[in-house]
């Protein structure tokens, strides 16, 4: 069973703060997403990774793809509220099949 | 990116009963999926629904409880069958186009008493 293992479940910091989110697999992917939902809402789209060593950016978001595409990271840089959500990474190994990990819940205080 | 619509956004349903839910996409889409999720928690994939033919369940869902359809490249349903308390959760679909990026409805929160 292919498994995505995320870390934190759980983080509450304080807005002004950085933070990092990681996400692990002994599975190799093809491409791995990052999604953010806000409570009553479906889960948002913010990235999509797909070369190994692959950092990208989204104004304070930083997001990287380990160099074995079996892991990612997902950073950001003096959280503020709105920052605040579940994380979800999201893992590709063929076809449209996605595996979910199971998420990050972030509270950033003002 | 794809704009994508669920009715009921709510439900309050009698245990026995069943509740279709529908999604709607503003573009045709090559994939459906519909996912459960516990508030908070992450999303378990109930079926891909495909057009024009039977959806493909995940281990643990079977079309008795779950029918699906999808009859064209923009809409599908969902029906939860027999309802019991056990299946209070919200549910979701997504639909993907021609890469894995998943856009997602808003989610219809089901209660059952």
């Known amino acids: 069973t292919q498994l995505l293992e995320q870390s934190p479940q759980f983080l509450s910091i304080q807005e002004g703060e950085n933070l990092t989110v990681y996400c692990n697999s002994s599975s190799v992917f093809s491409s791995l997403q990052w999604y953010r939902q806000e409570p009553g809402e479906g889960p948002v789209l913010l990235v999509t990774?797909?070369?190994?060593?692959e950092v990208k950016k989204l104004k304070r978001l930083t997001f990287q793809f380990g160099d074995a595409r079996k892991d990612s990271s997902l950073h950001i840089t003096a959280a503020q509220p709105g920052d605040t959500g579940l994380y979800l990474c999201a893992g590709n190994t063929g076809g449209f099949k996605t595996i979910f990990g199971a998420g990050t819940r972030l509270f950033v205080k003002a | 990116s794809a704009v994508i619509s669920q009715k009921p956004s709510r439900d309050i349903c009698q245990r026995g009963t069943s509740l279709t839910i529908q999604c709607q996409v503003d573009?045709?889409?090559?994939?459906m999926f519909w996912y459960r999720q516990q508030p908070g928690q992450s999303l378990t994939l109930i079926a891909t629904a495909n057009q024009g033919s039977e959806a493909t369940y995940e281990s643990g869902f079977v079309i008795d409880k779950f029918p699906i359809s999808r009859p064209n490249l923009t809409f599908s349903t969902l029906t939860v069958s027999n309802m019991s308390p056990e299946d209070s959760s919200i549910y979701l679909c997504?639909?993907?186009?021609?890469?894995?990026?998943?856009?997602f409805g808003p989610g219809t929160r089901l209660t059952v008493t």
């Open positions: 990774v797909v070369t190994g060593g």
């Open positions: 573009s045709q889409v090559t994939m």
């Open positions: 997504s639909a993907a186009r021609d890469s894995y990026e998943q856009y």
